[in-house]
């Protein structure tokens, strides 16, 4: 069975920094597309960044998220800088099975975590 494990979410103040890991289980990625999403409260799920051989991010996090992968530890990562109250949200890693271009639409992915919370104080 496939699945995905997010971990690394918690509190911190603004400017503060967090690194986001995503463990893949059950399946090797490496020929995957792998993202990350969120939601805020009220809010609808969105794009926050993705990766094959390159990189895509959300304009609201370009300069200050990063992410990367793994292949070996089948692994990848958020790292989050200069994080802002607005970056509150629940963050989702997600799988999406072959392509070559790390798309920001969420449909596309074919597996999904469960998420792991995120909270930024001012």
């Known amino acids: 069975q496939v699945h995905l494990v997010e971990s690394g979410g918690g509190l911190v103040q603004a400017g503060g920094s967090l690194r986001l890991s995503c463990a893949a289980f059950g399946r090797t990625f490496s020929t995957d597309i792998l993202g990350w999403f969120r939601q805020a409260p009220g809010k609808e799920r969105e794009f926050v960044a993705a990766?094959?051989?390159?990189?895509n991010y959300a304009d609201s996090v370009k300069g200050r998220f990063t992410i990367s992968r793994e292949n070996a530890k089948n692994m990848v990562y958020l790292q989050m800088n200069n994080l802002k109250p607005d970056d509150t949200a629940v963050y989702y890693c997600?799988?999406?099975?072959?392509?070559?271009?790390?798309?920001?639409?969420?449909?596309?992915?074919?597996?999904w975590g469960q998420g792991t919370q995120v909270t930024v104080s001012s």
């Open positions: 997600a799988a999406r099975r072959g392509g070559l271009i790390p798309t920001p639409v969420m449909g596309e992915y074919d597996y």
């Open positions: 990766i094959y051989a390159t990189t």
